[in-house]
């Protein structure tokens, strides 16, 4: 997986590609947290995000639990018909903030 962050004022976006599992999910804790540190907005853009296992929701769950206790927040977009099926089965499109 790819992560490609821009940092603009309060929001820091982070451009991910390919794919969240076991493998992968550690880097997307550690830019995640470390976006959640910087900035009041974290965007992640899932626009080339074609997977996401159980490792990777926990990574996404970790960070909004995170994000809230610090009065932040995370916001994921373009995320795919696929991804998005992912997110509903789990409930996770009611727990994430999904545009």
Do not use: H
Request: include cysteine.
């Amino acid at each position: 997986m790819e992560i490609e962050k821009t940092l603009s004022g309060e929001t820091c976006a982070l451009a991910l590609t390919g794919r969240i599992d076991t493998v992968t999910s550690p880097k997307l804790q550690e830019a995640l947290m470390e976006a959640i540190s910087s900035a009041a907005t974290t965007e992640l853009d899932f626009a080339r995000i074609d997977y996401v296992s159980s490792a990777g929701l926990r990574v996404l769950l970790l960070g909004e639990k995170n994000a809230k206790a610090s009065g932040r927040s995370v916001t994921l977009k373009n995320v795919s018909p696929e991804v998005m099926e992912v997110f509903e089965i789990t409930g996770f499109s009611g727990i994430l903030t999904i545009v």
